[in-house]
């Protein structure tokens, strides 16, 4: 049994997996679970499962209940006061989510926002590091954005950072939100691999070759692998969904002015010739603050998959 | 003399006018001065001419220069650390403020951005009162918000805020920030205008009759005012603005998700049924946040012009 106390319970709620880290103090991981989760199960049993995994992690930690100074809980919707307010994936309607899991394991509940646990990652042990005001942009199947300001995660009445959904083009693509023209109807992975399949059949309308691939065009990997060995549409495709994010990001510097903006999720791993380079030229010839010489530094995100759970663990810290 | 300690003096820099008020710490309103102003004039001068005003504001309320706290400037642009970073219209860039007013006349000072004043005025002595996360936004000429998160002024590395530069219509009008299709483009009392323009405009080419008015249709306030005596062009022109208005206040409150967000400038003077009761219909049914229903309450802000001189002297308490 291990003799640290100050531990972190982490939880990551995801759409396929819930994953538990134990961490100490300052987010450095010490031992991590995972189980299979395919959503809706009722919020008794979400907080059983949760409540397990937890105990699973700790065993595994050989760590005693009492070195545990707080477990937090990454989920995928909006929380306030110890409730889940709504989480349309998992089916969660104001919850009393901390309650519940505290009658399974009396250990102190930290709620956050599953991108907000992200971006308080990222803040602590990641690129956001001594920064006072950061955003962390996840670019994956969705589109959202974690605000760490005044070194606190901001969450409003806890549902601010929905940066997917401000409308970039009115009238434009219908989004799951019930709005039309969602900055993550074009900035998500989903929109770049749209984008690369009409660019593909405006070339095949033209009558102009297709070249011959490893593979399918079906995610944002393939895409950017494709548009880096020069295939025409992927690249087309790439310039095109680079515009639409600097778009977005543009305009959540233009409000929030911060020290640091990162991206992360899926697309942030494309190379950095085909989103990075190209996106920090743009953005940096449209932000209002050019005009004040105080620039917004835009990064890459370096914590990977794991922000999410190391923000839940410190998310004591920073709510 | 007046026997009061603990006053504050807040200076509205305007484009047209410098206004300065003694205040209380509260921000009762004690006196007030004002001069014209026509713009850039030097860092020097521009020090000199709000230190005259802030004795004389002192002098016409009989107090002495040790019973004032603090004085704060409200300025149309950026500031930070005690500098003027960029205010486009009076042509000031890096300039230090502080020092430059201090050498004048040596009380502490704060700057602040004017929307930042403003909405600091409304959130300590008007509508925003007793909020935690509030959101104030200027449609005049242009269209700015204030940021009160957490209870204070919240301005990133100093352009925060800049929601009329937050684009909404990607390739749209130009603007003077460089890019197109800026929310302030199609938010601001101009824009109204031209749609109101627009809209007459499309009429007599179909052959419709314009109606008698009592005079031209040249500022926001007489669109409104033919709008409520039937007028269909100006009718049709106040729709479409109030959707435009409806689509980046959405954008605002995805992002932001506070308890109160309220509307001032000239603009947020027009009859409520022409605005406000239509912009409430037309957010409610887009904003993210009523999944979990917690909804961002949208009124019109309370004090009018003063909120800009009231925010600038109360500037120390919510920077």
């Given at each position: 049994?291990?003799?640290?106390?100050?531990?972190?319970?982490?939880?990551?709620?995801?759409?396929?997996?819930?994953?538990?880290?134990?961490?100490?103090?300052?987010?450095?991981?010490?031992?991590?679970?995972?189980?299979?989760?395919?959503?809706?199960?009722?919020?008794?049993?979400?907080?059983?499962?949760?409540?397990?995994?937890?105990?699973?992690?700790?065993?595994?930690?050989?760590?005693?209940?009492?070195?545990?100074?707080?477990?937090?809980?990454?989920?995928?919707?909006?929380?306030?006061?110890?409730?889940?307010?709504?989480?349309?994936?998992?089916?969660?309607?104001?919850?009393?989510?901390?309650?519940?899991?505290?009658?399974?394991?009396?250990?102190?509940?930290?709620?956050?926002?599953?991108?907000?646990?992200?971006?308080?990652?990222?803040?602590?042990?990641?690129?956001?590091?001594?920064?006072r005001d950061f955003v962390a942009v996840t670019l994956g199947t969705g589109v959202g954005a974690g605000l760490i300001l005044n070194g606190r995660i901001y969450a409003g009445l806890g549902a601010a950072g929905e940066a997917g959904h401000m409308v970039t083009h009115p009238g434009g693509i219908p989004?799951?939100?019930?709005?039309?023209?969602?900055?993550?109807?074009?900035?998500?992975?989903?929109?770049?691999?749209?984008?690369?399949?009409?660019?593909?059949?405006?070339?095949?309308d033209a009558g102009l070759p297709s070249p011959e691939r490893s593979g399918p065009l079906t995610d944002g990997r393939a895409v950017f692998e494709a548009a880096r060995r020069g295939d025409p549409a992927a690249k087309e495709a790439c310039a095109r969904y680079v515009e639409e994010l600097a778009l977005?990001?543009?305009?959540?510097?233009?409000?929030?002015?911060?020290?640091?903006?990162?991206?992360?999720?899926?697309?942030?791993?494309?190379?950095?010739?085909?989103?990075?380079?190209?996106?920090?030229?743009?953005?940096?010839?449209?932000?209002?603050?050019?005009?004040?010489?105080?620039?917004?530094?835009?990064?890459?995100?370096?914590?990977?998959?794991?922000?999410?759970?190391?923000?839940?663990?410190?998310?004591?810290?920073?709510?």
């Amino acid at each position: 049994m291990t003799g640290k106390t100050g531990l972190r319970i982490g939880i990551d709620v995801g759409g396929t997996a819930l994953k538990a880290g134990l961490t100490d103090g300052e987010g450095a991981v010490l031992c991590t679970r995972q189980r299979p989760f395919d959503g809706p199960c009722g919020p008794e049993r979400f907080a059983q499962l949760l409540a397990e995994l937890a105990r699973q992690v700790l065993e595994d930690g050989g760590a005693a209940m009492e070195a545990v100074e707080a477990v937090g809980i990454g989920i995928p919707g909006a929380v306030a006061g110890g409730r889940v307010l709504y989480a349309c994936n998992i089916a969660l309607r104001d919850v009393p989510l901390e309650a519940l899991f505290r009658r399974r394991l009396d250990l102190p509940v930290y709620l956050g926002n599953d991108a907000d646990c992200a971006a308080a990652g990222e803040y602590r042990c990641g690129t956001g590091r001594g920064c006072r005001d950061f955003v962390a942009v996840t670019l994956g199947t969705g589109v959202g954005a974690g605000l760490i300001l005044n070194g606190r995660i901001y969450a409003g009445l806890g549902a601010a950072g929905e940066a997917g959904h401000m409308v970039t083009h009115p009238g434009g693509i219908p989004c799951t939100c019930g709005r039309r023209g969602c900055w993550e109807q074009y900035a998500s992975a989903p929109a770049l691999v749209r984008m690369a399949h009409l660019a593909e059949r405006s070339r095949l309308d033209a009558g102009l070759p297709s070249p011959e691939r490893s593979g399918p065009l079906t995610d944002g990997r393939a895409v950017f692998e494709a548009a880096r060995r020069g295939d025409p549409a992927a690249k087309e495709a790439c310039a095109r969904y680079v515009e639409e994010l600097a778009l977005g990001i543009t305009n959540l510097i233009n409000l929030l002015h911060p020290e640091k903006l990162a991206l992360g999720g899926g697309i942030s791993q494309a190379p950095d010739e085909l989103l990075l380079l190209p996106l920090r030229k743009l953005t940096a010839r449209a932000c209002y603050g050019r005009h004040c010489g105080k620039t917004t530094e835009l990064v890459r995100a370096e914590l990977g998959n794991r922000a999410g759970l190391v923000g839940a663990a410190l998310l004591k810290d920073v709510s």
